[in-house]
T-cell receptor, first 109, second 118 residues
Framework: GNSVTQMEGPVTLSEEAFLTINCTYTATGYPSLFWYVQYPGEGLQLLLKATKADDKGSNKGFEATYRKETTSFHLEKGSVQVSDSAVYFCALYHGKIIFGKGTRLHILP | DTGVSQDPRHKITKRGQNVTFRCDPISEHNRLYWYRQTLGQGPEFLTYFQNEAQLEKSRLLSDRFSAERPKGSFSTLEIQRTEQGDSAMYLC????????????????FGSGTRLTVV
């Protein structure tokens, strides 16, 4: 079936460090891919998306590229801030959204 | 329209009681989804509606769970004879999916209803 696997957390980084959160997927066909973010005490928010192979989604300094050959959609940011501390969910859409388990990110000042 | 609204935000109930949650989607969105999120896990799909029709139900949705969207607007999720394992955040989302040729517009999530069964 369709599924998403993302790296387990928590991930702890210092401010201005480079961030990568790995995500791979299993799906029939070519699903749309997403990263959602959940800040403390808030609901899920769409961070970025890509709808076809080689598309790059970007928002708020975060980027992810849809890699069909490796079935991956890794999230990256060049310089993280304390305000980026949150839980990040990789997800795919195949008739409905299917989420990974989430990766908690802590950014230290 | 201020987004997807869920009520209540928190619910504490005794085991064996029935509970009902409400979701008001964005008014022009014809699709409505229910998800459940337990601590340390991603949201898990429960069911979805297109207008008033319930089109898919997950195996997670046992016989004790029922969802309705009677007029294609708001939806309710009822859990009968609650168990401690039902404790979770119940999330509602809506989308304008299903209209026009574009395959996906994205979901808007509500803030959720946190259920604690004691």
């Amino acid at each position: 079936g369709n599924s998403v696997t993302q790296m387990e957390g928590p991930v702890t980084l210092s401010e201005e460090a480079f961030l990568t959160i790995n995500c791979t997927y299993t799906a029939t066909g070519y699903p749309s891919l997403f990263w959602y973010v959940q800040y403390p005490g808030e609901g899920l928010q769409l961070l970025l998306k890509a709808t076809k192979a080689d598309d790059k989604g970007s928002n708020k300094g975060f980027e992810a590229t849809y890699r069909k050959e490796t079935t991956s959609f890794h999230l990256e940011k060049g310089s993280v801030q304390v305000s980026d501390s949150a839980v990040y969910f990789c997800a795919l859409y195949h008739g409905k959204i299917i989420f990974g388990k989430g990766t908690r990110l802590h950014i230290l000042p | 329209d201020t987004g997807v609204s869920q009520d209540p935000r928190h619910k504490i109930t005794k085991r064996g009681q029935n509970v009902t949650f409400r979701c008001d989607p964005i008014s022009e969105h014809n699709r409505l989804y229910w998800y459940r999120q337990t601590l340390g896990q991603g949201p898990e799909f429960l069911t979805y509606f297109q207008n008033e029709a319930q089109l898919e139900k997950s195996r997670l949705l046992s016989d004790r769970f029922s969802a309705e969207r009677p007029k294609g607007s708001f939806s309710t999720l009822e859990i009968q004879r609650t168990e401690q394992g039902d404790s979770a955040m119940y999330l509602c989302a809506s989308s304008p999916e299903g209209r026009g040729p574009s395959p996906f517009y994205g979901y808007t999530f509500g803030s959720g209803t946190r259920l604690t069964v004691v």
